[in-house]
């Protein structure tokens, strides 16, 4: 049974870092393109950035270009995102998602970031 | 304001069909494969259609998408109250080099 499994959030101060992690079991891991996706709340799906199955190539949405970065570890079947500098508008769920768009796509349960002081 | 136009909101009588359109350009709907996702509140996203209109194994053919040029549409036919949900398309856009989504639409069944 495919599972993502997203981890890391909470509450932090503005400014402040966080480093999400989904754990990936069920398939081949280092075969997808992987994709994070946040949700304000009461707001729409915002693509935030995605990562090659070898991790030579990474995009990201501009307005988390610079604070932002997309990583994984396959050896591990683990996706991250580590971010810096954050604001009250990264508030969010943040989904963890396999090849986005295809037919392979699947989406984790997602893990709330609350940035707040 | 996102990249891609949806409706804000929509609505049906059960067993009636709905269709909710989805706008871009050139740089993302004009020239990639579009997606829709279906989102009930409190929970993730699930995969509709893909590649503009295939469907994945086990969603319903009532669920059908279509693209014409820089728009795409998915319609629902057989209207049924458990299809009271948040609809959002999505593509990959050149110009950006990110994905991107509609803003989505909201279906009520009456």
């Known amino acids: 049974e495919v599972q993502l499994v997203e981890s890391g959030g909470g509450l932090v101060q503005p400014g402040g870092s966080l480093r999400l992690s989904c754990a990936a079991s069920?398939?081949?891991?280092?075969?997808?393109?992987m994709t994070w996706v946040r949700q304000a709340p009461g707001r729409g799906l915002e693509w935030v950035a995605n990562?090659?199955?070898?991790?030579?190539?990474?995009y990201y949405v501009d307005s988390v270009r610079g604070r932002f970065t997309i990583s994984r570890d396959n050896a591990k079947n683990s996706l991250y995102l580590q971010m810096n500098s954050l604001g009250a508008e990264d508030t969010a769920v943040y989904y963890c998602?396999?090849?986005?768009?295809?037919?392979?796509?699947?989406w984790g349960q997602g893990t709330l970031v609350t940035v707040s002081s | 304001q996102s990249v891609l136009t949806q409706p804000p909101s929509v609505s049906a009588a059960p067993g009636q069909r709905v269709t909710i359109s989805c706008s871009g350009s050139?740089?993302?709907?004009?020239?990639?494969?579009v997606s829709w996702y279906q989102q009930v509140p409190g929970t993730a996203p699930k995969l509709l259609i893909y590649?503009?209109?295939k469907r994945p194994s086990g969603i319903p053919d009532r669920f059908s998408g279509s693209k014409s040029g820089t728009s795409a549409t998915l319609d629902i036919t057989g209207l049924q109250t458990g299809d009271e949900a948040d609809y959002y398309c999505?593509?990959?856009?050149?110009?950006?080099?990110?994905?991107?989504f509609g803003g989505g639409t909201k279906l009520t069944v009456l």
């Open positions: 998602v396999r090849d986005w768009g295809s037919s392979d796509t699947y």
């Open positions: 069920g398939f081949t891991f280092s075969r997808f393109w």
């Open positions: 990562i090659k199955q070898d991790g030579s190539e990474k």
């Open positions: 050139s740089s993302n709907i004009g020239n990639k494969y």
């Open positions: 590649d503009n209109n």
């Open positions: 999505g593509a990959w856009d050149d110009s950006l080099s990110a994905g991107v």
